[in-house]
């Protein structure tokens, strides 16, 4: 069965530190790979996704960047964190948006910058 | 951007009635989805209904989709207090690539026993 994995679950970071988040998939292959964050009580909003290996595509310019080093891993990173960036950063895949599974979440990582 | 836009943003109920949330959406789809999150965790995918489908059940789970109005809602039966979680309608939009789904804000029903 596909699983997918994300950590870590909770991390407190100060302003200007890095980051680095990972999101791993088990199960599948060559699944379509989606960086969300939530902020606190609203909806998700879509930072990057990613069709295969080195293929990235960003939804809103900001700080934060993202790679694919292998086909079921993808990674969230920052060089200096911002106030601004906290909040809980999911991750999901879809294999085949003519299934009718829908997207698998990673169960979270909830990021505040001190 | 947010496409889907849910309705109410809060419900409170008694267990064992039963709930509707709504959802509107602004451009042609493939398919709607609705997904489940409980407080601080990940979304669970609850079920998807096609542009071509018009009611679509699920256990104690009912979503209808109009695409006339844009519109989707989900019915939830027999409620429990398991149940209480933020619900959350997303749109598969008509012509996309692999840019995912939109979500909406969301729905926070509570259960009460």
């Known amino acids: 069965s596909q699983t997918i994995h994300q950590w870590p679950a909770t991390l407190v970071q100060p302003v200007g530190s890095p980051l680095s988040l990972e999101c791993t998939v088990e199960g599948t292959s060559n699944p379509n790979l989606y960086w969300y964050r939530q902020a606190a009580g609203r909806g998700l909003q879509l930072l990057f996704y990613?069709?295969?290996?080195?293929?990235i595509s960003s939804e809103v310019p900001q700080n934060l960047s993202a790679s694919r080093p292998q086909d079921r891993q993808f990674i969230l990173s920052s060089k200096k964190l911002l106030l601004s960036d906290s909040g809980f950063y999911l991750c999901a895949w879809y294999r085949d948006r003519a299934l009718a599974g829908g997207y698998t979440f990673g169960s979270g990582t909830r990021l505040t910058v001190v | 951007s947010q496409q889907g836009e849910e309705d109410p943003q809060a419900l409170s109920i008694q267990e064992g009635e039963n709930a509707t949330m709504n959802c509107s959406y602004k451009t042609s789809i493939n398919n709607l989805q609705w997904y489940r999150q409980n407080s601080g965790r990940g979304l669970v995918h609850l079920i998807l209904i096609r542009s071509n489908e018009r009611e679509k059940h699920s256990g104690r789970l009912r979503v209808t989709l109009d695409t006339s109005k844009k519109s989707s809602s989900l019915l939830i039966t027999a409620s429990r207090a398991a149940d209480t979680a933020s619900y959350f309608c997303a749109t598969d939009a008509q012509g996309g690539g692999a840019d995912g789904l939109t979500f909406g804000k969301g729905t926070h029903l509570i259960i009460q026993p």
């Open positions: 990613s069709v295969g290996i080195g293929q």
